[in-house]
């Protein structure tokens, strides 16, 4: 299976002119993140079962992308004298010294160090993400934890053994928290380093992207990116990422992916309100359902004219061939509007649930 990693996506989108001393600090750095912190929630002098295990997949997707074998040498050798004869042992790396090295690797020519650094953002993208991955596994998995810990509360003690004070099921709850605040910890990290490194990027739900300006991250994208996390929000969360890979591709059809994860968002709070009536054609009928009065205007009047008019104006031209017309393209500032617009739209409509 192909693996979608950093260093395709923006193969055209120049990062790093050449290797500086931030890139080598930001590479160390991260080399200590995507390790034991990463995957054990702290630092530690060996390397875990647990950490090997768990970058093995994203080591062995990496390396299949990138064409090698291994992204460091597996191996290392050492010589020994014995009665007048010299002999050379081999050694096996762990899998968390060949991912050290090959993210700490200095470039051949520091003047042309930009796909260089664009693997090893591929590397950190994909640890990032599959720990991910493995946490909403264990979020979905947390209703069906805690009712197992609950009823071995409830249950009649046996044995000789002494029950320690304190609730399972609490200390199942206790233990998914820590998880998934520790993980939000390091993606703050993880974007406060990468702003250390003038790399113009951020991460935020599994992926790594061209960062907005820092008013635009702060007050619509982090907060959009939050919202989207939980599954409901899939969709939404998938479209805009699509949109703004497309933007960072100059893809003409950037802004249109964007409106699309806006009409989503709609689409699924109208579902779960329950004032989808089957009846709807398009986007226009369920903005209608969120301004009805008989639905409490979920929104107002003249907000559903705003929406309506970004369906019209910005995506339609998109959704349907031009003919012998030209064909539809915004300018950069508009597909950026078009993008931010669409986020600050669906922030808002969440909020509102």
């Known amino acids: 299976m192909i693996t979608d990693i950093f ?4 193969k055209d989108v120049v990062i790093r002119s050449q290797y500086f001393e931030e890139d080598r600090r930001f590479m160390n750095q991260a080399a200590v993140m995507v390790l034991d912190p990463l995957w054990m929630g702290q630092e530690s002098d060996k ?5 090997e295990q768990s970058l093995k997949p994203v080591h062995d997707a990496l390396a299949m992308e990138l064409g090698r074998e291994s992204l460091s040498d597996r191996w290392w050798f050492s010589k020994r004298t014995w009665n007048g004869n010299t002999t050379t042992d081999s050694h096996a790396y762990s899998l968390s010294k060949i ?3 090959f993210l700490t690797k200095l470039p051949d020519n520091l003047e042309a160090a930009d796909s260089h650094v664009k693997d090893r953002l591929s590397f950190i993208e994909l ?21 197992e ?7 009649p003690h046996r044995g000789p053994g002494i029950r320690l004070p304190g609730r399972r099921a609490d200390g199942v709850r206790a233990s998914n928290a820590r998880m998934n605040e520790t993980f939000a910890n ?16 951020s991460f935020h739900n599994g992926m790594l992207q061209l960062a907005l300006d820092d008013t635009v991250t702060a007050q619509v994208a982090k907060p959009f990116w939050a919202l989207v996390s939980t599954p409901i929000w899939k969709n939404v969360d998938e479209q805009i990422k699509e949109a703004i890979d ?5 893809d003409r059809t950037a802004a249109f992916h964007a409106v699309c994860a806006l009409e989503s ?15 709807e054609k398009g986007a226009s009928n369920y903005i209608d359902n969120l301004v009805s009065e008989k639905n409490g205007r979920f929104i107002d009047v003249w907000e559903s004219e705003m929406l309506k008019s970004m369906f019209g104006d910005v995506r339609n031209p998109f959704a349907h061939g031009p003919g012998q017309g030209p064909m539809p393209k915004l300018s950069d500032d508009q597909t950026d509007w078009a993008i931010d617009t669409s986020m600050s739209w669906i922030k808002s409509l969440i909020r509102r649930m």
Do not use: H
């Open 7 to 10: 260093s395709r996506r923006y």
């Open 47 to 51: 390397p875990s079962d647990y950490t």
């Open 99 to 101: 991912c050290r090295n």
């Open 127 to 147: 640890a990032f993400q599959y720990r991910l991955r493995a946490i909403q596994r264990a979020n979905l998995e947390l209703p069906a934890r805690i009712t």
């Open 149 to 155: 810990a609950e009823r071995a509360d409830a249950a």
């Open 186 to 201: 390091l993606v703050d990290e993880l974007n406060q380093r990468i702003k250390l490194a003038n790399y113009p990027l």
């Open 246 to 250: 497309r933007r960072d591709r100059a």
């Open 265 to 279: 968002a709609i689409k699924i709070i109208s579902d779960t309100k329950g004032w989808t009536t089957s009846k």
